[in-house]
């Protein structure tokens, strides 16, 4: 967390390691994240783990910004609970931020390598919904 990067938002990934740190509990849930969205607020979540499939800490993200009215978000990070740090996305959350923020930044990395990404530089070639591709092309 004492990367120097000009291009990395550190208030966001302290608002993520306070939340991994203060409200991760046990098994359920082990990350926690942080947006920017773009009127420029913080939003936190954590996971909620389960076997059958429960959602990252990106997906919690995205609904509990959307239940605050925040449905555009500049810039996303997730930390792990026990000091694991910044950690990135898994496949899944990668597909999904990209269809719903095609824009959207991640900040990826450890200590001094901690830097910030495009969405679609994690996801190259990647598959696009095909709704989502006709809402494109009808502007
Ligand atoms: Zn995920």
Redesign the pocket.
Known sequence: MTSQSPHVDHELVQAAADVARTRCRGDNHTMASAARARDGRILTAVNAYHFTGGP?A??VLIGAAAAQGVYELDTVVAVGDRDRGVVP??G??RQVMLDYFPALKVIVGEGDRMRTVPITDLLPESYVWADHRLDAEQG
């Open positions: 990252c990106e997906l996305p898994c899944r959350c």
